[in-house]
């Protein structure tokens, strides 16, 4: 199915390819009678060049953007039929073993707590998806109200210390001043939620991550979440935050992912009025993502 925006472009794009046609054909008619008249051939002469220049740079930005459009759509089906399909092969051939024959009390419920994990991360993926669906809807308004900042990221602390097992040291927080921001809750929480689970998920090994929160200049407050793993590399801390987008290497295809998450949270902060950007200091130095946000007095 083409979606109306694309069959909107591609429909101006091919009228404009008529119209360049046309525009030559008639200056060519043009030519043949007037040849005589070299000043209004001149004119008609630079007229057709600077057309079919404007033609050819216009189309030409038209096929750029359709092929990274395509590129980004191979990435997305490849990264979500493997972070679909693996979870659910996962709890289909947990089932067959337990349908099939006698398991002990221990490892049946080791079963059922796998099972469980690998649900939560399904549920996880769908839900990126649904929401990133929801985010490039034109004209979704936001249902704002006023939100206790500190309140929100320690919700989202305690929950990713549940979902993923962190002892309060390998997560920490910085509480900051207390700050209210006007937004929609549940959007800035999956937007915090991402980025800490981001942290811990490229932490190489030891998880020790820091989440602060701090006022900037009276206007902004600034949800600072801090790692000591896998770090970017410094030409890719604005790629990051594309759509579908995954650092290329090594770490891509041994951490699963979509490629949604950060992009989700530059929406979020997009749409209530602030931004989020990447430091770090290169590969293996850690990274810290900082989500600036405008203060609600
Ligand atoms: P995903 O994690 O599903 O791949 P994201 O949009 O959340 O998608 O992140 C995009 C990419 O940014 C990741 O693939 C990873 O390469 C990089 N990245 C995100 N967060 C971190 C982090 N805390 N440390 C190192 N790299 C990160």
């Not at 030409?60 to 979870?87: G, S």
């Not at 649900?119 to 993926?125: G, I, K, V």
């Not at 839900?127 to 308004?141: D, S």
């Amino acid at each position: 199915m083409v979606v109306p925006g694309r069959r909107r472009s591609i429909a101006f794009f091919v009228a404009l390819g008529a119209c360049v046609v046309s525009i030559v054909v008639l200056l060519y008619v043009g030519w043949v009678l007037l040849n005589w008249r070299t000043g209004i051939l001149l004119f008609l002469g630079s007229m057709l060049l600077a057309t079919v220049i404007s033609g050819v740079v216009l189309n030409t930005i038209f096929l750029v953007r359709e092929i990274r459009r395509n590129e980004q759509h191979d990435a997305f089906i490849n990264a979500v039929t493997h972070e679909l399909k693996t979870p659910v092969a996962s709890i289909r051939l947990y089932l067959e073993t337990l349908q099939t024959r006698p398991v002990e009390e221990a490892r049946r419920l080791e079963f059922y707590r796998t099972m469980l994990e690998d649900s939560d991360r399904l549920l996880a993926t769908i839900e990126q998806i649904l929401r990133t669906g929801r985010m490039g809807a034109a004209g979704r308004r936001l249902n704002a109200i006023r939100v206790d900042l500190n309140g929100l990221v320690e919700d989202c602390l305690e929950r990713a210390r549940t979902l993923h097992r962190l002892s309060p040291e390998a997560l920490r927080y910085r509480r900051g001043s207390p700050t209210a921001v006007v937004g929609d809750p549940d959007e800035l929480r999956a937007a915090v939620s991402n980025l800490i689970d981001n942290a811990i998920k490229y932490s190489a090994g030891k998880v020790n991550v820091t989440v602060g929160t701090a006022s900037l200049n009276g206007r902004y407050v600034a949800v600072l979440v801090k790692d000591e793993g896998a770090g970017i590399p410094k030409s890719e801390l604005k790629r990051v935050f594309r759509r579908f987008y995954r650092v290329p290497g090594p770490l891509a295809s041994r951490i699963k992912g979509t490629g949604l998450g950060l992009y989700i949270v530059r929406s979020v902060a997009k749409r209530h009025g602030g931004r989020v950007w990447a430091e770090s200091k290169g590969p293996g130095l850690g990274s810290t993502f900082v989500l600036q946000l405008p203060i609600c007095k």
